[in-house]
């Protein structure tokens, strides 16, 4: 049985920290996306343009990846995370009250980003359900990827997450075509853009924008649900918290 | 009644570093349990494993016949981590709060637990400031107090009052004292200050290198030193130890130390000194304390003798 009460608590000292700093939604919602999206914008021709915001909205959900697999290990680095795994907390539990942490923290920035694009006439939102169904998939996806990288590696020290976490970041934001359909790719990279799920995320969130990344659905579907369903089960059966330590 | 039991616990790190080595003992309901040791003995390691955080090697540990993680699971324990820093952008109250909630609580009993531990380590100045702003006293303080939400049946702590100065350790030592006999949990204490809680103490768990080396009640550890009297006297010449009727332990100038065994041999020489008493310019008796004895135990296991691993 999940105890709700217990997540709620965990996410809010997780997030509270990030809420309560103005300075975080100046770079999360104005300094992080519009620092690239501005020079992209500029070099790239007008019809890659939707790709360019597609992209931007994407890095705002790369940030879930980032603050699950760092907050982990600032934690551990701190030792406060034995202050909460000492009392009776279960890895479901504690997972739940990260995830909702992230979404606390990052789709306020995300929506508010898609907004400005929006006004700005970047983005041409067509199938609201389809936006949402890839912001929730990417949410889930990339905040439960951040927590097992830094679940697996949380033996070793804080700066070998952070260089990993961070390498790991930028394959998902610029090796993965999400600022630029798939074609623009090499053949041989094709495949291995595949793999990696924000291909599949900008594709359903493209496709609510009437952006076509050039990737199939069923594979997007397919690949979204195996992974999200592999990930979960490596979260609730394998890792235990005691990896923490 | 609370049982802790560990038997033959090892533990060896991934780095080859061996931090316990057969380390075994029962606790039946104790009051207050001193774990000491010198630094690098095991102490830390062998509270993480009782209370769950890490898994023995080798052996197991029980808690009222239930597994640490099941233990943990139904909120036996109340932790203080040594050295945790705290989630500082959070206010004191809303802390301790949110922490009352993971311990299990609905928001309303979190609330006025919250608010109890607040009153309890005398906090309630501080609830509203964040974590921050406090001085590390304090932040000490809201440590420890973490530990007591809910009221645990077991409480471990690892070294709650380091770095804190003497005032502000006598009332720390005051609030868990009182909650230990107001609420009769089993305290489990990791702290160098052992003379200051040794009163309180029902048990010393003394390690050294990995093994337990002294299971036993203070007493017994003070036995360990093999005199229950000390007395100093200062004494004009050296004629009053010629016939002394005890075995003189260490004179330096005309300050001479003696160990007394027992109370009659106390009262030999205290009659004797009193027939001398023109050669005696002045005296007085104390007890070894405990750190003493501690540390008498632990040069003899440095110089190879006493001290069997239990």
Redesign the interface.
């Given at each position: 049985m999940v105890?709700l009460?217990?997540v709620?608590?965990?996410s809010?000292?997780y997030a509270?920290?990030v809420l309560?700093?103005k300075l975080f939604y100046l770079y999360l919602t104005i300094l992080l996306p519009f620092t690239i999206l501005v020079p992209f914008l500029i070099i790239a021709p007008a019809r890659l343009e939707p790709f360019i915001a597609v992209g931007t909205v994407i890095l705002t959900l790369i940030y879930c990846f980032s603050t699950a697999s760092q907050d982990l290990a600032v934690d551990r680095l701190?030792?406060?995370i034995?202050?909460?795994?000492?009392?009776?907390?279960?890895p479901l539990e504690y997972f739940l009250g990260i995830l909702l942490s992230n979404a606390m923290q990052t789709l306020p920035a995300t929506v508010i980003v898609i907004m400005v694009l929006w006004v700005a006439g970047l983005i041409k939102i067509g199938d609201i359900t389809l936006l949402l169904l890839g912001l929730v998939a990417g949410w889930y996806i990339l905040t439960i990827m951040g927590y097992i990288t830094a679940l697996t590696l949380l033996?070793r020290d804080y700066n070998t997450i952070i260089i990993v976490s961070n390498s790991i970041a930028f394959i998902l934001t610029f090796m993965a075509p999400v600022y630029y359909p798939l074609e623009f790719l090499l053949e041989q990279l094709r495949i291995l853009a595949y793999l990696i799920p924000t291909t599949h995320i900008a594709n359903i969130i493209g496709k609510a924008c009437s952006i076509e990344y050039g990737v199939p659905p069923t594979i997007t579907y397919t690949y979204l649900l195996i992974l999200a369903s592999l990930l979960t089960t490596i979260t609730l059966k394998s890792l235990k918290l005691?990896d923490v330590? | 009644m609370v049982k802790i039991c560990c038997e033959d616990l090892w533990k060896i790190y991934g780095s080859g570093t061996v931090a316990l080595r057969g380390v075994s003992f029962t606790l039946v309901d104790e009051s207050l349990v001193i774990l000491v040791g010198p630094n690098g003995s095991g102490k830390t390691t062998l509270v993480r494993i009782i209370d769950g955080e890490i898994s023995p090697s080798r052996g197991f540990v029980s808690i009222d016949d239930l597994s640490p993680d099941v233990a943990r699971a139904r909120g036996l324990f109340g932790v203080m981590p040594q050295e945790a820093r705290l989630h500082e952008y959070l206010s004191v109250r809303e802390y301790l709060y949110y922490l009352a909630l993971i311990r299990g609580l609905n928001r309303r009993e979190a609330k006025s637990e919250a608010s109890r531990v607040i009153d309890d380590f005398m906090l309630q100045e501080y609830a509203s400031t964040r974590i921050e702003h406090l001085s590390g006293g304090l932040k000490r303080r809201v440590l420890l107090a973490q530990a007591f939400l809910g009221s645990p049946e077991i409480l471990l702590l690892d070294e709650p009052t380091v770095g804190l100065d003497p005032e502000m350790r006598a009332k720390l030592w005051d609030i868990i004292m009182k909650y230990a006999r107001g609420r009769g949990s089993m305290i489990i204490l990791v702290t160098h200050y052992i003379d200051e809680v040794r009163d309180m103490a029902s048990r010393v768990l003394l390690l050294y290198k990995g093994q337990l080396v002294f299971n036993g009640d203070p007493r017994e550890l003070l036995s360990k030193i093999g005199y229950k009297y000390r007395v100093r006297a200062r004494l004009r010449g050296s004629k009053v130890l010629e016939t002394l009727p005890l075995r003189l332990h260490h004179r330096s100038g005309d300050v001479v130390e003696f160990y007394v065994v027992d109370d009659e041999e106390l009262v030999k020489l205290l009659n004797y000194l009193a027939g001398v008493r023109d050669w005696v310019l002045e005296f007085n008796v104390d007890r070894p304390s405990l750190e003493e004895s501690y540390l008498e135990l632990i040069k003899s296991l440095e110089s190879g003798g006493g001290g069997q691993p239990l």
């Open positions: 105890n009460y217990r709620y608590a965990i809010m000292i509270l920290w309560r700093n701190l030792k406060r034995a202050i909460i795994l000492t009392k009776p907390v279960t033996s005691k330590y | -």
